[in-house]
């Protein structure tokens, strides 16, 4: 039985729900650009860059544009996002995720955010979960998206911990995949359908607790 020293988590869709935001920007950048954007086209986004996300965006509208221009799109979308996610308060966290990192701390197992998303150290200021996490690797800190494990490998550095010893918190098959190739356990969060490999799915946090950390 692996006996679990560091839990890492993904942040959107998993600490909090901030693909609300991110859809809302992303639609307001489709509909100045001429085309709508819906929320089954969002779920192509997940767990995906924000230059990939502008890709994707623009293939859906049939858009072709220079670099120059994907950059100031790109540019502008996140200054929306950031525009929402500065009004984020604590009760935006997902139910039961503050009473397992808890019990976590009171039990010695390190806690690591592993998040593409570069506003990451806002997020978590705004809903004030800072000081629950002994690192923070956020899109800042890595060059290569997920499934590269880098964000999660370097989390375990970062912790002093070997990968093995880790379990990762993911809401995308992408991010199921970057902490299968870091050598990591893995628990998927939302709906076994659409999240394989992990080593069990569960839809929250509110029947999450330290003695479901058991792996052989």
Known sequence: MTQIKACLFDLDGVVVDT??????????LANELGFDFTEA?????KGVSRVRSLEILLEIGGIDLDEERKEQLAAQ?????VSYI???????????????LNQLRKNGILIALGSASKNAPLILKQIGLTHMF?????????????PDPEVFLKGAEALNVEPTDCVVFEDAQAGIEAARNAGMHVI?????????????????FEDMNIDKLKFN
């Open 41 to 45: 086209d969002n779920e192509r986004l």
């Open 77 to 81: 979308k996140n200054e929306n996002y």
């Open 86 to 100: 500065r009004k984020m308060k604590p009760d935006e966290i997902l139910p039961g995720v503050e009473d397992f």
């Open 19 to 28: 693909a609300k935001y991110h859809f809302i920007a992303w639609k307001e």
């Open 188 to 204: 998927g969060i939302g709906h076994p359908d659409n999240l394989k490999n992990a080593d069990f799915v569960m839809p929250g």
């Open 134 to 146: 002994d690192a923070i690797i956020d899109g800042n800190s890595v060059s290569k998206a997920k």
